[in-house]
Nanobody, 125 residues
Framework: QAQLVESGGGLVQAGGSLSLSCVAS????????MAWFRQAPGKEREFVAA????????YYSSSVKGRFTISRDNAKNTVYLQMNNLEPEDTAVYYC??????????????????WGQGTQVTVSS
């Protein structure tokens, strides 16, 4: 049973940057597809970005493409989300998620098995 712990959230002004990290333990991280989701107050959780177990395939929602970058370091059991040019609409709790998955397709639509506790990102205007 994997455990995921996010860090790196905080308060930033619009146009600024933040880098989130998610460290996995208790499982075999290198076999996981990993993703970031977010949930703003009063809204449903939404997909943000995903990366295949090899790191060779990445996916982004249209709202963050070109501004956010997902990456992973399998040696450190860590997935990252670099967020640039942040907008107030990016304010949300950000969650990382994982699933044992050897494919490279359909990552935004997987039912992820492991979830972190979330980290708050607040972007002021």
């Amino acid at each position: 049973q994997a455990q995921l712990v996010e860090s790196g959230g905080g308060l930033v002004q619009a146009g600024g940057s933040l880098s989130l990290s998610c460290v996995a333990s208790g499982g075999t991280f290198k076999t996981y597809a990993m993703a970031w989701f977010r949930q703003a107050p009063g809204k449903e959780r939404e997909f943000v970005a995903a990366i295949a177990w090899t790191g060779s395939n990445t996916y982004y929602s249209s709202s963050v493409k070109g501004r956010f970058t997902i990456s992973r370091d399998n040696a450190k059991n860590t997935v990252y989300l670099q967020m640039n040019n942040l907008e107030p609409e990016d304010t949300a709790v950000y969650y990382c998620a994982g699933k044992v998955y050897y494919g490279a397709e359909g990552l935004p639509f997987l039912e992820y098995d492991y979830w972190g506790q979330g980290t708050q990102v607040t972007v002021s205007s």
